[in-house]
């Protein structure tokens, strides 16, 4: 469980240094005597070690001043610090208790989920078959204690050899074997599955009745390979003569580490002690608290992993297939888990490390976020620790539970999140864990548990945010994430949900975005921007809606759709999305629709490449509340809706109801304009949708969006270093292609899209023409493949009378009632009472606690007065910047003196921010955003 790169260095950078430049003198050493040594006794091996590139594992070098293996994709390690006497008790034990496979006729078959058949291995034996060559210092050590004749070490990695090269002394190897008499095939680049023909062509040449098992480490294949070996002891024709194809354990729940606790399979599972009183206990509260969790667990029947005992007694899982252990010590690791996550919990952390984008580096928000960052060190963040009293958790793996029990009982977590994919670690837990005291005490003390379980992981974000939504969901930015266990497939998950979560907290509604979604919003109210109603009887049956319309993106696949588009335009409902106007106009397409969902005025700047006004005003806008004022001015007319969650759809939703009108509102319309559109157009009744240009990544980097938008100039060059700025790209499943390559936000706009197509509540076509990323629901579809059937007539006609009677025409007569009901002589007392908490000298750790409670209550007071803007204003930036005090205030102690200075001046940092905000916001309540990209144009 404790297997990553971070917990085997030394917290003082300066001896782990020290241990590094001990160790690397001898490595490159005895690589060349170890090469030298190769040539002469395998010669063969030398050039694929000369010629390869390190795919995934390389060697380190632990805090004991030892090389271990680490994968440098996932940090996860193989070896204990001390690998070298770890692999020289693991021969011990293989020597004292030997799995092997029978050849004689008279042996019994081993079944899958039956113990592998054990002795002590004999002092000459004939057949070691090995399956995994690691470090190799087994190899070493074994032939230290016996002869063996012939020695199969199958290993599929060659970083593994690589790393064993650089680790361990083949010369000593090879001179033990010839001492030994033993001979050694290096069946390389193998995993195993050749293995009944190299036995079968060991015996035409010797004489051996028995095979000796040795697995050095677990493998998907190898595993499946050892299953087979004893599945046909005691059938020798059949072992020997087979061509099976072995396929390998992928499943999600058949997953075990590397290294797993019983790599040898030589320990078996003993039966778990008795616990009813607990599981009953445990049942009845599932039953009380999770009424639909008690009815899964209460059918199921665990396949995958049961509950044992170890050889110490310690309740255990264990993979009766691939014969591993999860713990080593359940009580010890789970402390140790605990222990260090709780230590340095900032390394999961979405909040630390937060950057803006250039054109936003002048809003207060992000200005005073640079001022911090220096602040936070990387010493400092190793010193963060986790504060007694927690705003969110997720948890990642429940395994036997027992770190999530130490957890609840030492933290205050107001909400936790569990997740756990593996309902057979959940089940088991439930005979081991005191579930029924962790609810009740939160039940008690006013907390939440979210339980996530089941699934593959693929689901964490929408569910996530879901519950998030439900607390706030600027609570993102106050949220630690704790993996306790490492799974493959949990991991691309977790990886996943971070990267979602941080797309979230960079389009948090900060201070800036707050007060200028309220200003944009009064002047779309205030200058007859049409709102969507909420109820659509009127609409819903209207002929316009049986329109095909086509979603055009700018991605570059657009480029070979314009004849395509330019043929059609007449038949269809075409929205452009954002940049795409551009690349439209130069072919000579005109769209019936162009939608926009940022609100600040960067929009204007890249619409006015167009440089056709009447072009633009024969063009209607669709968007949401907060759209630039200046941006919609260019366009015929402006048709909105609200965005959820957005603070000033809250403020005027909300006096706007009062009033007796009742605007239609958007889920998903983040975070790219392709969402927005589907969004908007599915609220809107549409039935058929094309999708154009949607490609959400790229097949080249260097074709980003399409050659014909404002992200090139007119000799092809890039108007700015695409790649430089947002990365190569991460590989996703292609639409038309076998994979593409995308970015965290267009994987989170994918995913979204997915989820606004399943949630429909109604029969939508959707088609996706775009050669980039798939989206499930869409079907792909070549765009010459498109068939239309019984389209409305008079196009222009039914738009129009489909905006007549969706919208609500004129709403300015509310604008001035509405903004009216801001009183600025209570927001200017409640900011000077904010601004007086800071005349407070915090001088311990509990003062500084005191501080941010008292700042939260204050804004909770704020919130119960609907003439108070103050909370809609600050919520997420107090957030943000309580998150941060929170973390740098639970290392206040009087051990690290230099943290107290930190914590005062992130505070001055937030002092400034709260005086600047108030004082703009009381000058300027409707001044509109500025932002100014032009300068990317010239």
């Known amino acids: ?146 002869r063996v004749k012939y020695l199969i070490v199958y290993e599929p990695n060659v970083d593994t050899l690589i790393c064993s090269v650089q680790a361990n002394d083949w010369k000593q190897l090879f001179a033990a074997a010839e001492i ?98 607990l599981y009953q206990r445990n049942i009845a509260a599932l039953q009380k608290f999770y009424p639909k969790v008690h009815d899964e667990i209460d059918k199921h029947q665990s396949r995958y992993w049961q509950l044992t005992a170890d050889d110490n007694g310690k309740a255990n899982l264990y993979h009766p297939q691939r014969k591993a252990f999860f713990y080593q010590d359940l009580d010890t690791e789970s402390a140790r888990l605990v222990e260090h996550f709780t230590r340095q919990p900032y390394k999961d952390d979405v909040l630390l490390g937060q950057t803006s984008v250039d054109k936003f580096s002048h809003y207060i928000h992000y200005s005073h976020i640079a001022q911090t960052q220096p602040l936070i060190s990387k010493q400092l963040q190793q010193k963060i620790q986790l504060p007694q009293e927690v705003d969110s958790l997720i948890i990642f793996g429940v395994g036997l539970g027992k770190h999530i029990q130490l957890l609840t009982e030492q933290y205050q977590i107001s909400n936790l999140y569990i997740c756990e994919p593996n309902l057979d670690f959940f089940a088991a837990s439930l005979k081991v864990t005191d579930w029924a005291a962790i609810f009740e005490r939160a039940e008690q003390n006013g907390l939440r548990i979210y339980l996530n379980l089941g699934g593959d992981g693929s689901t964490y974000f929408y569910d996530l945010m879901a519950q998030f939504y439900q607390v706030g969901a600027y609570s993102i930015a106050n949220t630690y994430m704790f993996c306790s266990y490492f799974n493959q497939k949990m991991h691309k998950a977790i990886a996943d949900l971070r990267a979602e979560l941080k797309v979230v907290l960079a389009l948090g509604e900060y201070y800036d975005h707050c007060r200028y979604g309220i200003a944009h919003t009064y002047n779309s109210v205030a200058k007859q921007h049409k709102f969507l109603q909420y109820d659509n009887s009127s609409y819903r049956n209207l002929p316009a809606l049986n329109l095909p319309v086509f979603v055009v993106g700018n991605g570059p696949s657009l480029d070979s759709s314009f004849a395509y588009l330019q043929e059609h335009r007449d038949k269809v409902v075409l929205i452009s999305c954002g940049t795409a106007l551009y690349s439209l106009y130069k072919k000579g397409i005109k769209p019936d629709f162009h939608a926009e969902v940022e609100q600040n005025r960067s929009t204007y700047s890249w619409i006015n490449q167009v440089k056709d006004a009447d072009y633009l005003k024969d063009i209607r806008l669709i968007s949401v509340n907060g759209i630039h004022p200046d941006t919609a001015d260019l366009f015929k007319e402006t048709l909105l809706c609200f965005k959820d969650g957005e603070s000033s759809t809250n403020f005027f939703d909300i006096r706007l109801k009062k009033l007796g009108v009742q605007v239609a509102s958007l889920s998903y319309a983040y975070p790219t304009v392709t969402n927005l559109v589907l969004n908007y157009a599915l609220r809107l009744g549409f039935k058929v949708f094309y999708l154009f240009g949607v490609d959400l990544g790229y097949a080249d980097v260097r074709h980003h969006h399409s050659q014909a938008s404002a ?59 775009s050669n980039g990323v798939k989206i499930d629901g869409a079907v792909p579809l070549q765009p010459d493949n498109i068939l239309f059937s019984d389209l409305p007539k008079h196009k222009d006609q039914v738009l129009q009378q489909l905006i007549d009677t969706a919208y609500y ?50 804004l909770q007071t704020a919130a119960r007065d609907p003439s108070d803007l103050t909370f809609y204003l600050f919520y997420g930036s107090t957030n943000y910047f309580g998150g941060l005090m929170t973390k740098v205030a639970s290392c206040i102690s009087d051990d ?19 005086l600047s905000a108030g004082e703009q916001f009381e000058q300027q309540p409707l001044k509109f955003d500025d932002v100014d990209v032009q300068y990317l144009f010239k």
Not at 37 to 55: D, E, F, N, R, T
Not at 225 to 252: C, I, K, M, N
């Open 180 to 277: 030994t008499g033993t001979q050694i095939f290096l069946q390389l680049d193998n995993d195993g599955s050749s293995v009944a023909e190299d036995l079968a062509e060991l015996r035409s040449v010797a004489g051996f009745s028995r095979i000796y098992l040795y697995r050095h480490y677990c493998h998907p294949v190898m595993d499946k390979v050892a299953e087979y070996l004893f599945a046909h002891s005691g059938r020798p024709e059949q072992l020997l003569g087979s061509t099976t194809q072995f396929v390998a354990y992928e499943d999600f729940n058949d997953y075990v580490a590397e290294r797993s606790v019983n790599v040898l399979g030589n320990q078996h599972p003993h039966a778990a002690a008795p616990a009813d009183e």
């Open 896 to 914: 690290t003196p230099e943290i107290l200075p930190v914590f005062n001046q992130v505070m001055q940092v937030w002092h400034d921010y709260v």
């Open 809 to 858: 025409a004129d709403l300015s007569s509310y604008a001035k009632p509405v903004f009216d009901q801001i009183d600025f002589v209570t927001f200017r007392r409640t900011v000077d009472a904010w601004l007086a908490l800071f005349d407070e000298e915090i001088t311990t750790q509990e003062q500084a606690k005191a501080f941010i409670a008292k700042q939260w209550r204050l």
């Open 711 to 769: 992200y090139y100039r007119n000799d092809g060059s890039e108007v700015y270093d695409y790649q430089q700025t947002h990365g190569g790209g991460m590989p996703a499943k292609g639409n038309f292609l076998p994979y593409v390559f995308t970015k965290p936000e267009f994987d989170m706009s994918r995913k979204l899209l997915e989820q606004a197509i399943s949630k429909a509540g109604r029969k939508v076509e959707i088609y996706n023409c």
């Open 1 to 146: 469980m404790l297997k990553y790169i971070n917990y085997q260095l030394d917290s003082d950078d300066a001896a782990q240094a020290a241990s590094e430049q001990k160790v690397a003198a001898g490595i490159k050493q005895r690589f060349n005597h170890n090469l030298q040594a190769l040539s002469q006794y395998i010669p063969s091996v030398v050039p694929i070690i000369q010629q390869h590139s390190m795919q995934q594992y390389s060697v380190f070098c632990t805090r004991a001043a030892e090389l271990n293996i680490v994968d440098f994709a996932t940090g996860r390690v193989w070896y204990s610090e001390t690998p070298f006497a770890e692999v020289s008790r693991e021969v011990d034990s293989f020597c004292r208790s030997a799995p092997y496979v029978e050849l004689d006729t008279s042996a019994v078959p081993t079944q899958a989920n039956q113990p592998w058949p054990i002795e002590a291995l004999p002092p000459q034996p004939d057949v070691v078959v090995m399956l995994g060559l690691g470090l190799g210092y087994q190899i070493n050590a074994l032939l230290q204690k016996v």
